[in-house]
């Protein structure tokens, strides 16, 4: 269940409480987020919407511990990242969070096989351990005949299908997606859509997804929307008193 | 080893640049490298001088003699072994470009002095019955193909010049890794017969063999002191004191060598640090992404570090390789101008260990920023 009122039951695999973000540019301070409570479930898709500036990306690289909140906490599966060092929260990124760009971010002089590989090479897997976990992230993404392709040599779906493999790869607690159709054609959005429904349906993943597409959203269990830095809630299947099932 | 992949790939992103920047590492050792050796040359006189010997010049100058008579009152002195003496003999063999160094020596006590000079004994003998003698060292034999028999003609426009062709009855080796093998030597006698009177019964310096070298310092005043108030005072020096002060008469080849030597690390530094500093630039989303999905602030300043170096260490090697190849031929060339050029173990080493710190040092800048950028702003950047 996703909640945004901060009642959440207190073992929501992501607890977010009383966020807030504060930008200084020059001598003026900018609030981009204020109190924000969320709570996600393990297995829940959450889409976050809403204008340009109005937060989404803050909130997304909060919850992906690339930044620091001004105030607030963001608990997952029970620790807290807020209160982690910058080393703690590097590892924990490698072990809990699997990101997927607008723009793939793909490294271009490596092949499909080699981006995919990358956050294993953090693992103590071994070298063939690791070629069976990128073999099993290419098929997942229907990319496996691919493995050998520079990323110049795929589409722009192909390579964001790569860079969803590079994503789950080290089978993280859940992914972060920012606007990933944002650079696609509607066919090529729809068929990266349909994967990352499967991701979690089928494999039970979490996602917390970045867009500005409504047909995007949809896809999602809940959207949000977020508005000069509050968190409000749209999702399709209806709210009820703070919450979605 | 997991890395290599990556830091592999990242080297080769850029083919030409790659090249160029491994180029100019690469002419550039090889530039160094030959600063050093001719820095080395200069100083080797010093290096391989013999710790238990003193060379003993007229007070005014080396081109002062003294009379031979000082031969035997050094002797008296306590501490001394041995003592030989030369004089510069400053012919020409065939042409002017042909120099090399034609002492006049005593025959008597010549092996007994420099003893790391060795001639072999059958070699010797033949010298020491032919007073139109001589003995060449293997380098200069070699330069000229000269073998053991042939006729030496030197025309010397010292000592009231003249022509005269000697025998080549011996070659000495130098025992001493890096000894001088140049020189040409002649009878005392001879020499003696046909010098003109101011220069007959004199001796252009002294080298004088000590019971220790821990005498140096007490023998070299008590021959002073003996000469002291003559008509020939005397400068008594160590060896190696003596070839410092020989090579320094050349200028500051030393301050010279290090000024040259100095910008060419800076140069390469600036080139090699550029390099790096604009591949970092140009894939600051990329490092972004890294650190991102878990690689560490460390772990990016390593994979830049690992490729300066590699860029360095390859370019530095193949630096080495061109100037262990050019440095003989050019030797060759500047035979006589500059003292034999060698590329020593230690100079290959120290040339990969420069090569070392460059490529630290040009990968630090860049890579410190790598490892503090923040993936925030980098990616926004993306």
Same mark, same amino acid.
């Given at each position: 269940?996703?909640?945004?009122?901060?009642?959440?039951?207190?073992?929501?695999?992501?607890?977010?409480?009383?966020?807030?973000?504060?930008?200084?540019?020059?001598?003026?301070?900018?609030?981009?987020?204020?109190?924000?409570?969320?709570?996600?479930?393990?297995?829940?898709?959450?889409?976050?919407?809403?204008?340009?500036?109005?937060?989404?990306?803050?909130?997304?690289?909060?919850?992906?511990?690339?930044?620091?909140?001004?105030?607030?906490?963001?608990?997952?599966?029970?620790?807290?990242?807020?209160?982690?060092?910058?080393?703690?929260?590097?590892?924990?990124?490698?072990?809990?969070?699997?990101?997927?760009?607008?723009?793939?971010?793909?490294?271009?002089?490596?092949?499909?096989?080699?981006?995919?590989?990358?956050?294993?090479?953090?693992?103590?897997?071994?070298?063939?351990?690791?070629?069976?976990?990128?073999?099993?992230?290419?098929?997942?993404?229907?990319?496996?005949?691919?493995?050998?392709?520079?990323?110049?040599?795929?589409?722009?779906?192909?390579?964001?299908?790569?860079?969803?493999?590079?994503?789950?790869?080290?089978?993280?607690?859940?992914?972060?997606?920012?606007?990933?159709?944002?650079?696609?054609?509607?066919?090529?959005?729809?068929?990266?859509?349909?994967?990352?429904?499967?991701?979690?349906?089928?494999?039970?993943?979490?996602?917390?997804?970045?867009?500005?597409?409504?047909?995007?959203?949809?896809?999602?269990?809940?959207?949000?929307?977020?508005?000069?830095?509050?968190?409000?809630?749209?999702?399709?299947?209806?709210?009820?008193?703070?919450?979605?099932? | 080893?997991?890395?290599?992949?990556?830091?592999?790939?990242?080297?080769?992103?850029?083919?030409?640049?790659?090249?160029?920047?491994?180029?100019?590492?690469?002419?550039?050792?090889?530039?160094?490298?030959?600063?050093?050796?001719?820095?080395?040359?200069f100083s080797r006189g010093t290096e391989i001088a013999g710790a238990d010997r003193l060379v003993v010049v007229s007070r005014?100058g080396l081109?002062?003699?003294?009379?031979?008579?000082?031969?035997?009152?050094?002797?008296?002195?306590?501490?001394?072994?041995?003592?030989?003496?030369?004089?510069?003999?400053?012919?020409?063999?065939?042409?002017?470009?042909?120099?090399?160094?034609?002492?006049?020596?005593?025959?008597?006590?010549?092996?007994?002095?420099?003893?790391?000079?060795?001639?072999?004994?059958?070699?010797?003998?033949?010298?020491?019955?032919?007073?139109?003698?001589?003995?060449?060292?293997?380098?200069?034999?070699?330069?000229?193909?000269?073998?053991?028999?042939?006729?030496?003609?030197?025309?010397?426009?010292?000592?009231?010049?003249?022509?005269?062709?000697?025998?080549?009855?011996?070659?000495?080796?130098?025992?001493?890794?890096?000894?001088?093998?140049?020189?040409?030597?002649?009878?005392?006698?001879?020499?003696?017969?046909?010098?003109?009177?101011?220069?007959?019964?004199?001796?252009?310096w002294y080298v004088v063999?000590l019971?220790?070298p821990d005498d140096a310092v007490s023998v070299a005043k008590?021959i002073d002191?003996?000469?002291?108030?003559?008509?020939?005072?005397t400068k008594s020096e160590t060896e190696s004191a003596f070839a410092a002060g020989f090579a320094k008469q050349?200028?500051?080849?030393e301050?010279?060598?290090?000024?040259?030597?100095?910008?060419?690390?800076?140069?390469?530094?600036?080139?090699?640090?550029?390099?790096?500093?604009?591949?970092?630039?140009?894939?600051?989303?990329?490092?972004?992404?890294?650190?991102?999905?878990?690689?560490?602030?460390?772990?990016?300043?390593?994979?830049?570090?690992?490729? *300066?170096?590699?860029?360095?260490? !390859? @370019?530095?090697? #193949?630096?080495?390789?061109?100037?262990?190849? =050019?440095? &003989?031929? +050019? $030797?060759?060339?500047?035979?006589?101008?500059?003292?034999?050029?060698?590329?020593?173990? *230690?100079?290959?080493?120290?040339? !990969? @260990?420069?090569? #070392?710190?460059?490529?630290?040092?040009?990968? =630090?800048? &860049?890579? +410190? $920023?790598?490892?503090?950028?923040?993936?925030?702003?980098?990616?926004?950047?993306?």
């Amino acid at each position: 269940m996703i909640r945004v009122d901060g009642s959440g039951k207190s073992n929501a695999l992501i607890q977010v409480r009383g966020l807030d973000k504060t930008y200084r540019r020059g001598g003026e301070e900018i609030q981009v987020l204020q109190r924000l409570n969320l709570d996600v479930d393990k297995g829940d898709f959450v889409g976050f919407m809403g204008p340009s500036g109005s937060g989404k990306t803050t909130l997304l690289n909060l919850l992906g511990g690339l930044d620091v909140p001004t105030h607030g906490s963001i608990t997952v599966a029970s620790d807290e990242i807020t209160n982690m060092s910058s080393n703690k929260l590097t590892q924990w990124r490698a072990r809990h969070v699997g990101f997927i760009f607008q723009m793939y971010n793909l490294i271009p002089v490596l092949t499909a096989f080699q981006n995919v590989e990358l956050p294993l090479l953090l693992t103590k897997l071994s070298k063939s351990e690791r070629r069976k976990h990128v073999e099993t992230a290419l098929s997942v993404v229907g990319l496996a005949e691919r493995m050998n392709h520079y990323p110049r040599q795929l589409s722009g779906g192909q390579e964001q299908r790569v860079a969803i493999a590079r994503a789950i790869v080290a089978d993280p607690t859940f992914l972060l997606c920012d606007e990933p159709t944002g650079d696609l054609d509607r066919k090529s959005a729809d068929e990266i859509m349909e994967l990352i429904h499967r991701l979690v349906k089928e494999y039970g993943k979490t996602v917390l997804m970045v867009t500005h597409d409504p047909v995007v959203a949809k896809r999602a269990d809940l959207t949000l929307h977020l508005e000069k830095g509050l968190l409000v809630e749209s999702g399709q299947l209806g709210v009820t008193a703070g919450g979605v099932a | 080893m997991k890395f290599l992949g990556l830091i592999f790939a990242n080297l080769f992103r850029k083919k030409l640049r790659l090249v160029l920047t491994i180029g100019s590492f690469a002419v550039a050792l090889v530039l160094f490298t030959f600063l050093a050796v001719v820095k080395s040359a200069f100083s080797r006189g010093t290096e391989i001088a013999g710790a238990d010997r003193l060379v003993v010049v007229s007070r005014i100058g080396l081109t002062q003699l003294m009379p031979i008579s000082h031969r035997d009152k050094i002797l008296t002195i306590p501490g001394v072994k041995a003592v030989t003496h030369n004089h510069w003999f400053g012919g020409v063999y065939q042409d002017e470009k042909n120099f090399f160094p034609q002492f006049v020596i005593d025959p008597e006590n010549q092996r007994k002095v420099m003893t790391e000079l060795v001639v072999p004994d059958d070699q010797w003998n033949n010298f020491l019955k032919d007073r139109m003698g001589a003995i060449a060292g293997a380098r200069t034999a070699a330069r000229f193909h000269w073998k053991i028999g042939d006729r030496i003609p030197i025309k010397t426009t010292l000592y009231g010049g003249g022509s005269s062709e000697f025998n080549l009855d011996g070659i000495y080796h130098s025992e001493r890794p890096g000894g001088d093998e140049s020189q040409f030597w002649l009878q005392w006698k001879y020499f003696d017969e046909n010098a003109p009177a101011p220069v007959k019964s004199t001796a252009g310096w002294y080298v004088v063999k000590l019971n220790s070298p821990d005498d140096a310092v007490s023998v070299a005043k008590a021959i002073d002191e003996k000469f002291a108030n003559s008509s020939f005072e005397t400068k008594s020096e160590t060896e190696s004191a003596f070839a410092a002060g020989f090579a320094k008469q050349f200028g500051n080849i030393e301050l010279l060598i290090l000024t040259i030597g100095g910008v060419v690390f800076f140069t390469l530094l600036l080139v090699t640090g550029n390099t790096m500093a604009i591949s970092v630039r140009e894939r600051v989303g990329e490092l972004a992404v890294l650190k991102a999905i878990g690689f560490s602030g460390r772990a990016v300043l390593f994979f830049v570090l690992a490729e *300066s170096v590699v860029i360095a260490l !390859v @370019g530095g090697i #193949l630096g080495l390789t061109l100037a262990y190849l =050019l440095i &003989p031929v +050019i $030797g060759i060339a500047l035979t006589g101008l500059l003292p034999p050029l060698m590329l020593s173990k *230690s100079l290959l080493t120290l040339g !990969v @260990g420069f090569a #070392l710190v460059v490529g630290v040092i040009s990968g =630090l800048l &860049p890579g +410190i $920023g790598a490892m503090r950028m923040r993936v925030v702003n980098a990616l926004r950047r993306v």
